[in-house]
């Protein structure tokens, strides 16, 4: 089967700059992806990972290191509207997704 | 208007009853998943469809089925609800490659008393 792990929780201040990992177990995918939910709210899109290696957006980038099992997400720049759960995704040779169980992130003032 | 939507937004049934969620999509996927949330436990695939014509299982399955009426129709029922399906429940659409992102929808909160 599959598996992924994430911390169950973050707590970093605005203006810092927080990297919230997932380690994951898999006998192949096609990449990892990450998704923000705010309370109450549905999962977004934030990045996705084909490649090892870094993928910057705007004030997020994702990596992904397939010899160590292990990507992370880096969030700069921290603003309060950035408190929310963060998902990792494996996309896998079955066409579907599994999810981390995801990391709350609270930024302070 | 919102790209996936989903029927009702919240519902507070009984044990036993047969319960209905819907979801409709005007992206123009193919691909249709049904998730459900738990607290601490993440987004865990129920059935997903990637056509009309085309119906999987996912993680978790069992007491729930599926219908595809339409490209952009997916339904997802409970036969006899029981507690332990008191969830979130999402519905979320692909376009497939490269990057499979999946749009979801607003969520549906079911109680099962």
């Known amino acids: 089967g599959q598996s992924l792990e994430q911390p169950s929780e973050v707590t970093a201040v605005e203006g810092a700059i927080v990297q919230i990992n997932c380690t994951y177990q898999?006998?192949?995918?096609?990449?990892l992806s990450w998704y923000q939910q705010h309370d109450g709210g549905a999962p977004t899109f934030l990045s996705y990972?084909?490649?090892?290696g870094l993928e910057e957006t705007g004030r997020f980038s994702s990596f992904l290191s397939r010899s160590d099992s292990y990507g992370y997400l880096l969030l700069q720049e921290l603003q309060m509207k950035d408190s929310a759960s963060y998902f990792c995704?494996?996309?896998?040779?079955?066409?579907?997704?599994?999810f981390g169980p995801g990391t709350r992130l609270s930024v302070l003032p | 208007d919102a790209d996936v939507t989903q029927t009702p937004r919240n519902r507070i049934t009984k044990t036993g009853k047969r319960i209905m969620l819907e979801c409709s999509q005007t992206?123009?996927?193919?691909?249709m998943y049904w998730y459900r949330q738990d607290p601490g436990l993440g987004l865990r695939l129920i059935y997903y469809?990637?056509?009309?014509?085309?119906?999987n299982k996912g993680e978790i399955s069992d007491g729930y089925s599926v219908s595809r009426q339409a490209q952009a129709k997916f339904s997802l029922s409970l036969e006899s609800a029981i507690p332990n399906q008191t969830a979130l429940y999402f519905c979320?659409?692909?376009?497939?490659?490269?990057?499979?992102?999946?749009?979801f929808g607003p969520g549906t909160r079911l109680t099962v008393l």
């Open positions: 979320a659409t692909s376009g497939g490659v490269p990057t499979d992102t999946q749009y």
């Open positions: 898999t006998s192949g995918f096609y990449g």
């Open positions: 990972n084909a490649l090892d």
């Open positions: 995704a494996l996309r896998n040779y079955g066409q579907n997704f599994v």
């Open positions: 992206k123009g996927h193919d691909r």
């Open positions: 469809s990637f056509d009309v014509k085309d119906i």
